[in-house]
């Protein structure tokens, strides 16, 4: 399996009608336009991304103690 990563919508669009991939991810806009071309579109309702940004907060001297975040019953 490989995955590629295209930035451009109407590259992975493309894609798809020629062939070039089986699968991608397009937003609500193209929809229309796919399933006229035969293309067949799942969805995915109540979905969600979570994306978690740590900031770097190892760079602090708290997290660097080994000790810090290690359950109690943990030797």
């Known amino acids: 399996m ?5 930035p451009e919508e109407n ?10 991939a089986d699968i991608a991810r397009i937003s609500r806009i193209p929809v ?9 579109v799942i969805t995915k309702e109540n979905a ?3 994306i978690l940004h740590p900031n770097m907060q190892w ?3 708290v997290f660097s103690d080994i000790r810090f975040g290690r359950p ?3 030797p």
Do not use: D, H, Q, Y
């Open 48 to 50: 969600a991304v979570v």
């Open 59 to 61: 760079t602090s001297p």
């Open 32 to 40: 229309k336009e796919a399933l006229s071309a035969g293309m067949n």
């Open 72 to 74: 109690s019953t943990w």
């Open 11 to 20: 590259t992975r669009i493309a894609m798809l009608r020629t062939g070039e």
């Open 2 to 6: 490989t995955f590629l990563i295209i």
